[in-house]
């Protein structure tokens, strides 16, 4: 069977817990929606498969990977938290070609202890940083300081709280994150400086999609510049609604190369596929990377989303450059030309 780069037949796998509140219910069927009519558009044949249970082979049983692209759309396998690399792995188990990273790089995601010893072997820019199990061992003395949970995504245990001042500031919220979260704390050196995500696309021949900046500039004090779960997921709050996504970020030339250096070198360097967004903050000229995000969000409303916009691309269209991405890897499509299968260059509007 011949296929062109927009008529591969695509599974849009998704998750839903019908535990979840009405309103975050609708909200995932929504998107999903959004995405499955952008692909369809575009011209592939999207079948959607939604994952309400601990039984990912029996969701996709009327699947066949020999012809079918699955775009990896699902955060976790419901009632298990941090459990994405399981839902990618057992799509390997199954034969699946799909979107994203694969299940290793997913794990390695989650522990940002090892994520940040990689960088420091790769002499890539990182805050400095320790790791604690108890407050008995605190010996950390450079402040501010931030304290996160060791092992989890999307600022999950980061609020204001999350920036510290002093030691009893510090043995306080280490405390908090180890009671609540029952793992590590990792605590870093807090830079209060710019804030930047980088999207990241590609396989060996990588693209930078133009860089967005976080703007703290409405907030006065230093514990509030940040992306804390707020800001990212309750539209009513104070975070969500001051901190404001500058697109494209102002750089000059020389500024604008050095960031996207260094996040291909993170990108690269955590095994990331296909897409990946990268948290980077500036202070006195450096580039600090704060977390690499594989599988990022690519809902229409995230920086993701919003920078292959501006670069020229649909939502759809950007769906089917990550589908395009991974039918590289599947035997039946790989033979296509490779420039079918790359996105095109991306041009930064100046």
Known sequence: MSHTPTDLPVILLYNLDRTWPPADVDEILNLTQTLATGLTTVGHPTQAICLEEDNLERAMSGCDPAWQIVFN???????????????????ERLGFIF?????????????????KACFHKRAIPTPCWQVYESIG?????????????????????????????????LSRRVAQVIETFHQPVLVEDFIDGREFHVSVMGNGRLKV??????????????????????????????????I?????????????????????????????????????????GTFYVLDVNPN???????????????????????????????????????????????????????
């Open 73 to 91: 759309w699902c955060e976790e396998v419901p009632g298990i938290p941090r459990s994405g690399h399981l839902v990618a792995r057992e799509l």
């Open 99 to 115: 979107t994203g990273a694969g299940s290793r790089a997913l794990a390695f995601s989650h522990d940002k202890p090892a994520v």
């Open 137 to 169: 061992s605190l010996d950390w003395d450079c402040f501010p300081a931030i304290v996160k949970p060791a092992h989890e995504h999307c600022s999950f245990g980061i609020t204001h709280e999350a920036v510290v001042h002093n030691r009893q500031e």
């Open 209 to 242: 999609l133009p860089i967005a900046e976080m703007d703290f500039s409405a907030i006065r004090e230093d514990h509030g510049r940040l992306c804390t779960y707020d800001s990212k997921f309750a539209p009513a709050s104070a975070d969500y609604q001051m």
């Open 244 to 284: 404001q996504l500058r697109l494209p970020a102002a750089l000059s030339v020389e500024e604008k190369l050095k960031l996207e250096e260094i996040a291909i070198a993170a990108y690269r360097a955590t095994d990331c596929r296909d897409y990946a967004r990268l948290d980077i903050r500036q202070r006195n």
């Open 296 to 350: 990022a969000d690519i809902s229409p409303d995230t920086s993701v989303a919003l920078s292959a916009e501006l670069a020229g691309y649909s939502f759809g269209q950007f769906g089917s450059l990550l589908i395009n991405l991974a039918a590289h890897r599947h035997p039946a499509f790989a033979s296509r030309k490779k420039e079918h299968a790359q996105p095109a260059p991306v041009m930064t509007p100046a």
